[in-house]
């Protein structure tokens, strides 16, 4: 157990729907970050929260949004779902050090997978 | 913009066949670069993070190291439960906290 809680693990939903995905970083800490993970691009980065704020955006959709409460858990908002949004949603925190160090290490959760049909 | 690319995209071995794996990186100034291990429907899971050209570091038969341009994970004699699919990513100067990944080698180790 990595302490860096998702859920729910798996979704399965219809296209044109919206679902919301939770994340609860690791005791302690502040950032939170979002990734994807399709079979034909890897990991790819989606959006940074620290202690609230969002710090940096990466190839995130229009119908996707994001937030982090003041608990510092997360949630990603996913809407109009089309079948391409169908895949494993990673989210990750890293230790309250501050984002100038480089040994931030992002300790991921085991993920919520999607499927869109 | 900052890339990091692997190399093999699969790698099989025999257990006992030690080998390395390759990742070369382009980013405007390295913050640190990161080797994680993913198995099948899980969270990436934390091994290295190499922050200077020439600095290595061992875990158990797992051994990364780190030039100016790539990073190697070396391993040695492996065995069946190192199948996985080995994760790079980097951080650099002017992209914050996130880190940017390859697209993973995926180890199959047969006994």
């Known amino acids: 157990d990595s302490g860096v809680t998702q859920t729910p693990k798996h979704l399965i939903t219809a296209t044109g729907q919206r679902v919301t995905l939770r994340c609860s970083p690791r005791?302690?800490?502040?950032?939170v970050y979002w990734y994807q993970q399709s079979l034909d691009q890897g990991l790819q980065f989606l959006i940074h929260?620290?202690?609230?704020?969002?710090?940096a955006k990466g190839n995130i959709l229009e119908r996707f949004s994001a937030q982090q409460f003041p608990d510092l858990h997360s949630e990603l908002n996913l809407s109009s779902l089309e079948l391409g949004d169908s895949a494993l949603y990673f989210c990750a925190s890293s230790a309250r050090q501050g984002e100038g160090s480089g040994a931030n290490v992002l300790t991921f959760g085991a993920g919520s997978r999607l499927t869109v049909l | 913009e900052d890339q990091v690319t692997q190399s093999p995209e699969a790698l099989r071995l025999q257990e006992g066949e030690s080998s390395s794996l390759n990742c070369s990186y382009t980013?405007?100034?390295?913050?640190?670069l990161f080797w994680y291990r993913q198995d099948p429907g899980k969270g990436p899971e934390f091994l290295f993070t190499l922050y200077s050209a020439g600095e290595e570091k061992e875990k158990e038969r797992l051994k990364a190291t780190l030039t100016k341009k790539e990073s190697f994970l070396h391993i040695t004699a492996p065995k069946p439960e190192d199948s996985a699919t080995y994760l790079c990513a980097v951080r650099s100067y002017n992209q914050g906290g996130k880190l940017i990944f390859g697209q993973g080698t995926e180890l199959s180790v047969k006994p």
């Open positions: 005791s302690g800490d502040l950032s």
């Open positions: 929260y620290y202690n609230g704020e969002e710090r």
């Open positions: 980013v405007s100034g390295l913050r640190g």
